[in-house]
């Protein structure tokens, strides 16, 4: 199996200590062969920049396959699809079957947001979509929302699998107390409600400083914010100009040292902007979150609240709705054995249905029926991939 990807660089467009923005740069890492291409790297913020981004990954990619040996088959994944478009070249030059991920409605996803507004803009980037679906062998959409969309556009129901995001429950699983992070960061004794991940045009996070705000008299509530993204410098001016002490904003964090946040945090935070696009998401950090036992604080609405709702790990609130999401804290705050009975059924629950190896064996199954099972024995699985 051979992996093309690009240098780590995400979110901030700076390529991580230890790896270099070269044409070509080849590593192992699990036993899978790992091979990294030049792509013009930005910071994750600003439509036209971050469309190089994608772009020149596409072409970087689409170049470098010539060198690779035959595959089996390619996959491509697309959370943009100028990244997923790299597969349709590659396996049209290299004649192989073709497995599309959407992991993201484009360009519906960046209309949403108001990212572009043009009209001639939005209906050429529909058109590649319809392109690309039309000419996938196979597409694994991440939701089943996702694929109901694809349905709607035409795109023949027997081609499209859906194969959700899972998590690592070897990795994301419950931690006792980090009392050393506590007091480092001044939260020994709070009540903390954490959000962790992209601070991002399509999570509305202004929602939690305008809770915070409100809730400014209770000092034993403490917000924890931990990430990055292109909305970061825009909340952290609009925290110091709205004078609030009890919302903590940390840069992202080395792996290795989440489940020490994870262990602090009494609630977590899942956010998007209310539309209707996002009601056919499941944002990531949800699985991530049950996973840790943590009840969640969910302002998504759609196949998302679904999920919580039949999981029994959390509380919903109306995405934007400041006046929710301060009665779900408080409500949280107060009722401990609400939280402990919340988390337990979290972890329950993706132990059951979204365990991320079950999910891989999933999307394995699908390689191999397009391939006619040729992939198992080969071993010769090509995926571009960013």
């Given at each position: 199996?051979?992996?093309?990807?690009?240098?780590?660089?995400?979110?901030?467009?700076?390529?991580?200590?230890?790896?270099?923005?070269?044409?070509?740069?080849?590593?192992?890492?699990?036993?899978?062969?790992?091979?990294?291409?030049?792509?013009?790297?930005?910071?994750?913020?600003?439509?036209?920049?971050?469309?190089?981004?994608?772009?020149?990954?596409?072409?970087?990619?689409?170049?470098?396959?010539?060198?690779?040996?035959k595959?089996?088959?390619?996959?491509?994944?697309?959370?943009?699809?100028?990244?997923?478009?790299?597969?349709?070249?590659?396996?049209?030059?290299?004649?192989?079957?073709?497995?599309?991920?959407?992991?993201?409605?484009?360009?519906?996803?960046?209309?949403?947001?108001?990212?572009?507004?043009?009209?001639?803009?939005?209906?050429?980037?529909?058109?590649?979509?319809?392109?690309?679906?039309?000419?996938?062998?196979?597409?694994?959409?991440?939701?089943?929302?996702?694929k109901?969309?694809?349905?709607?556009?035409?795109?023949?129901?027997?081609?499209?699998?859906?194969?959700?995001?899972?998590?690592?429950?070897?990795?994301?699983?419950?931690?006792?107390?980090?009392?050393?992070l506590?007091?480092?960061?001044?939260?020994?004794?709070?009540?903390?409600?954490?959000?962790?991940?992209?601070?991002?045009?399509?999570?509305?996070?202004?929602?939690?400083l305008?809770?915070?705000?409100?809730?400014?008299?209770?000092?034993?509530?403490?917000?924890?914010?931990?990430?990055?993204?292109?909305?970061?410098?825009?909340?952290?001016?609009?925290?110091?100009?709205?004078?609030?002490?009890?919302?903590?904003?940390?840069?992202?964090?080395?792996?290795?040292?989440?489940?020490?946040?994870?262990?602090?945090?009494?609630?977590?935070?899942?956010?998007?902007?209310?539309?209707?696009l996002?009601?056919?998401?499941?944002?990531?950090?949800?699985?991530?979150?049950?996973?840790?036992a943590?009840?969640?604080?969910?302002?998504?609405?759609?196949?998302?609240?679904?999920?919580?709702?039949?999981?029994?790990?959390g509380?919903?609130?109306?995405?934007?709705?400041?006046?929710?999401?301060?009665?779900?804290?408080?409500?949280?705050?107060?009722?401990?054995?609400?939280?402990?009975?919340?988390?337990?059924?979290?972890?329950?629950?993706?132990?059951?249905?979204?365990?991320?190896?079950?999910?891989?064996?999933?999307?394995?199954?699908?390689?191999?029926?397009?391939?006619?099972?040729?992939?198992?024995?080969?071993g010769?699985?090509?995926?571009?991939a960013?």
């Amino acid at each position: 199996m051979t992996v093309v990807t690009c240098a780590p660089n995400h979110p901030q467009g700076r390529v991580y200590e230890g790896y270099r923005n070269r044409i070509y740069q080849r590593e192992t890492k699990d036993g899978i062969n790992v091979v990294r291409v030049w792509t013009f790297v930005t910071a994750n913020e600003g439509f036209f920049k971050r469309t190089l981004n994608y772009i020149s990954y596409m072409c970087s990619a689409i170049m470098i396959s010539l060198l690779l040996p035959k595959a089996d088959v390619v996959l491509s994944t697309s959370p943009q699809f100028f990244n997923g478009l790299a597969g349709y070249c590659v396996s049209k030059m290299k004649r192989i079957p073709w497995v599309l991920e959407i992991r993201d409605l484009w360009p519906e996803s960046i209309v949403a947001v108001g990212a572009i507004k043009n009209p001639a803009i939005i209906k050429m980037l529909e058109w590649i979509e319809r392109f690309a679906y039309r000419k996938a062998d196979r597409i694994v959409p991440v939701t089943d929302s996702f694929k109901t969309c694809m349905l709607n556009k035409g795109i023949e129901a027997n081609k499209i699998c859906v194969v959700k995001n899972g998590v690592d429950l070897a990795q994301y699983r419950p931690v006792d107390g980090a009392p050393g992070l506590a007091e480092e960061l001044g939260l020994k004794g709070k009540f903390v409600v954490s959000y962790f991940g992209t601070h991002g045009m399509a999570h509305h996070l202004e929602t939690i400083l305008e809770a915070a705000r409100r809730l400014s008299a209770s000092p034993n509530i403490v917000f924890l914010m931990v990430g990055d993204g292109a909305e970061r410098q825009a909340l952290l001016r609009m925290r110091d100009a709205m004078g609030l002490n009890n919302v903590m904003m940390l840069d992202q964090q080395p792996k290795h040292r989440m489940p020490e946040f994870w262990a602090i945090s009494d609630v977590s935070l899942v956010l998007l902007k209310k539309s209707e696009l996002f009601k056919t998401v499941i944002p990531s950090k949800i699985f991530e979150s049950l996973a840790m036992a943590k009840p969640i604080v969910l302002g998504v609405e759609g196949e998302s609240a679904e999920l919580l709702k039949t999981a029994q790990a959390g509380l919903c609130v109306e995405p934007e709705n400041v006046e929710q999401l301060v009665a779900r804290v408080m409500e949280l705050s107060h009722d401990m054995e609400l939280r402990q009975q919340l988390g337990r059924n979290g972890r329950r629950f993706v132990m059951e249905q979204f365990d991320r190896m079950v999910l891989a064996r999933k999307l394995f199954s699908v390689i191999e029926m397009v391939c006619g099972g040729s992939a198992l024995q080969a071993g010769g699985v090509s995926i571009p991939a960013r």
